[in-house]
């Protein structure tokens, strides 16, 4: 794992309560490995669209699974795709349902989605069922 902090764009940089944000690498990767689940966004002939599906990560690399017959996944290869992995920390409740609020911890990535071969998708997908079903 790089050790470097993750840069921060004109994308990334929060512009509400920008103090909240981190860019290390660490605190990111162990919100990605903590959770199973991702949200991806992508564009299809300019209509917006998201995707819920599984994910996991190895290395520096960001995988999620998908049917390579889904609309989903034929239309993102060499596309331009925006992942968030979330974790709910917990509700904050108020008086008011106006000030009611909830804390979590988010990673969004910015990529473009490539295919990956046999191979490597037979060699991930082992990784990513050990990681979520050990044994």
């Not at 990605?32 to 996991?56: A, K, R």
């Not at 473009?112 to 082992?126: G, N």
């Amino acid at each position: 794992m790089s050790e470097k902090d993750l840069l921060m764009t004109d994308k990334t940089k929060l512009i509400r309560t920008p103090e909240r944000a981190s860019f290390d690498r660490k605190s990111a990767y162990k919100i990605i490995d903590d959770t199973p689940m991702c949200h991806v966004s992508y564009l299809i002939n300019g209509e917006p669209y998201i995707t819920p599906t599984l994910q996991w990560r190895f290395g520096d690399d960001f995988y999620w699974h998908g049917s390579s017959a889904s609309r989903f996944l034929r239309s993102i290869v060499d596309n331009p795709v925006a992942i968030n992995v979330m974790i709910l920390d917990g509700l904050v409740l108020a008086r008011s349902g106006m000030h009611h609020s909830a804390n979590y911890r988010s990673v969004t990535l910015f990529g473009k989605a490539r295919k990956i071969d046999e191979e490597e998708k037979e060699i991930q997908l082992e990784r990513f069922v050990d990681d979520l079903l050990p044994g």
